[in-house]
T-cell receptor, first 117, second 116 residues
Framework: DTAVSQTPKYLVTQMGNDKSIKCEQNLGHDTMYWYKQDSKKFLKIMFSYNNKELIINETVPNRFSPKSPDKAHLNLHINSLELGDSAVYFC????????????????FGPGTRLLVL | AQKVTQAQTEISVVEKEDVTLDCVYETRDTTYYLFWYKQPPSGELVFLIRRNSFDEQNEISGRYSWNFQKSTSSFNFTITASQVVDSAVYFCALSEAKAAGNKLTFGGGTRVLVKP
């Protein structure tokens, strides 16, 4: 009964390859996110989808493309992987707030550790 | 722009000592939310607390307590009588209040090492 799950947990690949990371949440949340945690543990938002629509797109290379087939899933596809893409990628989800003065908690998946060689 | 600063990169204590983690934030919003997350050695991010900008009451949950001071833009976290299982990286985060899907702005994290 995992709330937010990601696959795979570990991903080791060669430079130039294309890879995907999948995320699923069974919490019934409306919004999903991708965050990147670099080697110094710094966490930064990449994308956010609300009911399958892209609502946050931070300064991320075009090689990264999120896809949300339904509101329970948010996948991340990365083209032409580079050494600098090595990081831990976290998926998260949250419920829509009841009004604009409120903010719900984001719950995170276990992370996907990507190593590009 | 929002910013969160955790000035302490690493704190080392002996079991049963108290440890306080500092968090200072910057935002132009009048309504915002503050969070603390724990990242144990296993790597997952565990939610600990959410506090909105209108609620300055301190909170205690077991051995954890939080001190929110709007006047100094700080949201500090204290672990009382630390245990080895408290060893982790702790992140403070800030989010403005608006419609769905707002981002969390994280501090750099404080690594806490509790020695037996």
């Amino acid at each position: 009964d995992t709330a937010v799950s990601q696959t795979p947990k570990y991903l080791v690949t060669q430079m130039g390859n294309d890879k995907s990371i999948k995320c699923e949440q069974n919490l019934g949340h409306d919004t999903m996110y991708w965050y990147k945690q670099d080697s110094k543990k710094f966490l930064k938002i990449m994308f956010s989808y609300n009911n399958k629509e892209l609502i946050i797109n931070e300064t991320v290379p075009n090689r990264f493309s999120p896809k949300s087939p339904d509101k329970a899933h948010l996948n991340l596809h990365i083209n032409s992987l580079e050494l600098g893409d090595s990081a831990v990628y976290f998926c998260a989800s949250s419920q829509d707030p009841v009004d604009t003065q409120y903010q719900e908690t984001q719950y995170f998946g276990p992370g996907t550790r990507l190593l590009v060689l | 722009a929002q910013k969160v600063t955790q000035a302490q990169t690493e704190i080392s204590v002996v079991e049963k000592e108290d440890v306080t983690l500092d968090c200072v934030y910057e935002t132009r919003d009048t309504t915002y939310y503050l969070f603390w997350y724990k990242q144990p050695p296993s790597g997952e991010l565990v939610f600990l607390i959410r506090r909105n900008s209108f609620d300055e009451q301190n909170e205690i949950s077991g051995r954890y307590s939080w001190n929110f001071q709007k006047s100094t833009s700080s949201f500090n976290f204290t672990i009382t009588a630390s245990q080895v299982v408290d060893s982790a990286v702790y992140f403070c985060a800030l989010s403005e209040a608006k419609a769905a899907g707002n981002k969390l702005t994280f501090g750099g994290g404080t690594r806490v090492l509790v020695k037996p």
